[in-house]
Structures are given as C-alpha cells and as structure tokens.
C-alpha cells in the first residue's frame, strides 16, 4: 500500500513509499482510508521534536474511510461501515487525565497517511452524515482537543465571554465553531486580516491581531475581559493573556508554540485567582459528546486545501509556514 512515512535521511524528511499492511490482530480493524487530514504534531514529528520518534513509521492521525477487513472478534456489521478514527488510544477511565500508556495514532504507532490504517475496532465512529470524506477527516484530533479544552477544563456557559486566540491553528478553528454552537460570546485573534474576516463570516464577536501592540487595551475596551480563553501558543504572550482574562477566569491551553514565558507575572495571577489549566486531546467520552455537539449541530470543519499523497511536502511546508486558514486534508 501506498504510504507516507517519516525518513530523516530524505531532504522533505517524508518519504512516500510502498509498505507491506501487516495481519490483523484480534479486535482490530483495518479501514481503507478516504482522507487523512494533517495537526501540527506531523510537523513536530518531521522536525524529530516529539517523544518517541522513529523512521520509517507512517505519520498521520486524522482519518476516514470504509472497514475493508476485520480481524477476529469483531462483530460483522462494522464490515464496509463509513467511519471516522478516534486517534486517542488508551485514554483509560479517568476522565481528568489520559493513563500512563497513553497514545497518539501515528507515531510510534503506524497513522493515517496511507490507503490503510490498523486500528483497535473501539476506535471507530460512524461518520457524521453531514460531512464529506475530507471534512470527516479533519474533525477527529483537532475537534476533540478543541471540545475538551472548552467544554470539560472551560465548562463554558451560554453567553460567556471567551476568547480564542490563533484562528488560524486547526484546533482553534473548532474552537471559535464550538464556542459559537454551546452559546458563548465568541472573539478570536489572528496574525491575518483574511483569517479574521474568515471569523467574522462564522458569527464571531470580535476579531483581533495579537501582532498589533494595543490588541490588550483594544479588547478590555470592547470586552471588559474574557471569562475564559483557549490559547496554543504561550511564550511571553501568556503575560498578554493574564491581562485580558476577568479576574476568577480561566486560561487554558494545549500547546506551547512559542515555548515557555521567560518571565511570569505571578501577583497578576493569585491576586486576581486567575486558573491556568493545561489540556490534552481528550477522553473518550470527550470524542462521543464532541460527535454529537457536531451531528446536531451540523458543523462542518473548514477545509483549507486537499493534497494528494504525492503532494505531501508541500502539504508539510503549507503547515510550517502557517499559510493554512483550516484544515489541510491529504487524499491517496
Ligand atoms: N495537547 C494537545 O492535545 C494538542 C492537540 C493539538 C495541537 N496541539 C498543539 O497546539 C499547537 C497548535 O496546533 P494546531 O494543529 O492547531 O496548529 P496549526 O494548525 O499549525 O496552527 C498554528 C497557529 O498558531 C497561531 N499562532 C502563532 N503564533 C501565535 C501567537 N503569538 N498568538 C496566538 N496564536 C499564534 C497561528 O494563528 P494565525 O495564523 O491565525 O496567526 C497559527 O496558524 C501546536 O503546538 C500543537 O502541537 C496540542
């Protein structure tokens, strides 16, 4: 089968390559992939800075497609079912924190860059309906760890005030559409004017550039603060965001682009209770109650641009780059 693997002895650090699909273990599935969509965790892993990193694994954690084979025990009926793949793995039954033998889909674990993905059959739910292939594939990482982070650590309430920075990030992107769909005042930054007229078209409060100095005041201003915000990037930008957030809010995030502060205003943060709350992906139940908020509301995920496999260094360096306004989806 046709595949994207990781091979850091190649220039792009990609190599597209023809793999042997393993046997079936008992319990397992293996679904012919339709799309698989990329997260910026691709591109950690090609810069070799994520744990665990091996060569010649197949990348990629989003994915749909249709049951081809399923191994023993497995119930009949999933055969030629059109489903999307949960790529949390072993999040175990506590729901405030993933087990210790926690895993991501696609590294060290064969992904979703390929015409076939093996997975555990406890990892597949039906496709919404509502969606293409290319959207269905865009939804499962970025989606869930956009609904935990607002849902479960923000437990968000109709008409608060919340504040998603990056529009641009894929997790962000969910982030403002589910903000939007559980009632809350949404407002969202972005270094690109194009990506916050995007924003506006969705039905955003108000947008910001977080490269502009004044945002900070600019937004205390309009907003008198946020009650909760979703943030990915960190860095000294975090001494930004203590600004803008009520005193008792919340600040929560699930990356660290920019790296650590180099310096923290602690007395901004204990004077005003501020809650800073650290995020990953999400259990599953995050997954079920993150499908049906989708299904009934019938969200679709933005899609920027879809590849073909033979295309996947571009797909990559679009990502890099940060050129992306929502999904980049790659197709065998
Ligand atoms: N913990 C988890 O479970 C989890 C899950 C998914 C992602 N992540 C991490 O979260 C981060 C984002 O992931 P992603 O897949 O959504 O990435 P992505 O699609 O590549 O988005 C990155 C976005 O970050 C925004 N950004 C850059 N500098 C910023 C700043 N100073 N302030 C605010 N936003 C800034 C940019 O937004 P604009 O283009 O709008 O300027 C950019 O488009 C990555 O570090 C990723 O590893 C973690």
């Known amino acids: ?81 059109e489903v999307i793949i949960n ?7 506590n729901q405030k924190v993933q087990s210790a033998s926690f895993e991501i889909l696609g590294m060290p674990r064969n992904g979703t860059l390929a015409e ?13 309906t509502h969606m293409t292939w290319e959207e269905a ?5 970025a989606g869930l760890t956009a609904f935990r982070a607002l849902s479960y650590q923000g437990d968000i309430q109709q008409g608060e005030n919340i504040l998603v920075t990056g529009f641009g ?25 194009e990506k916050l007229e995007k924003a506006k078209s969705l039905g955003v409060d108000y947008t910001f550039d977080y490269k502009d100095d004044n945002w900070i005041l600019k937004a205390l201003e309009i907003t ?28 929560i995030f699930y990356g660290a682009t920019l790296g650590n502060p180099s310096k923290l205003e602690a007395r901004r943060i204990f004077w005003n209770q501020i809650k800073i709350i650290g995020t990953t992906m999400g259990s599953d139940l995050d997954f079920e109650n993150m499908l049906s908020l989708v299904c009934e509301k019938k ?25 992306q306004m929502g999904k980049i989806v790659l197709v065998p």
């Not at 790529?87 to 039954?93: K, R």
Request: net charge negative.
């Open 87 to 93: 790529p949390a793995l072993n999040w175990g039954e």
């Open 137 to 141: 594939a865009a939804l499962p990482l």
């Open 224 to 251: 008198s603060g946020f009650d909760v915000i979703i943030d990915s990037a960190v860095g000294d930008t975090l001494n930004h965001l203590t600004q803008v957030v009520k005193p008792g809010g919340k600040i």
């Open 1 to 81: 089968m046709k595949a994207i693997t990781l091979d850091r002895t190649q220039d792009s650090k990609l190599l597209l390559t023809d793999l042997q699909s393993r046997a079936l273990l008992p319990g397992e599935v293996r679904v012919q992939i339709k799309a698989a969509a990329l997260n910026h965790r691709d591109e950690w892993c090609r810069k070799g800075l994520y744990p665990n990193i091996q060569d010649g694994i197949v990348l990629g954690s989003d994915g749909a497609g249709i049951v081809a084979e399923i191994g023993e025990g497995v119930d009949d009926e999933w055969l030629q079912k």
């Open 169 to 193: 990030g894929g997790v962000a992107q969910f982030a403002v559409q589910f903000g939007l769909a559980l009632g809350a005042k949404v407002s969202t930054s972005s270094s690109s004017p």
């Open 116 to 128: 076939s993905v093996v997975v555990p059959v406890d990892r597949l739910h039906d496709k919404p």
């Open 299 to 323: 969200i679709h995920p933005i899609i920027d641009h879809v590849f073909k496999f033979e295309e996947a260094e571009k797909a990559f360096d679009r990502m890099r780059d940060g050129k």
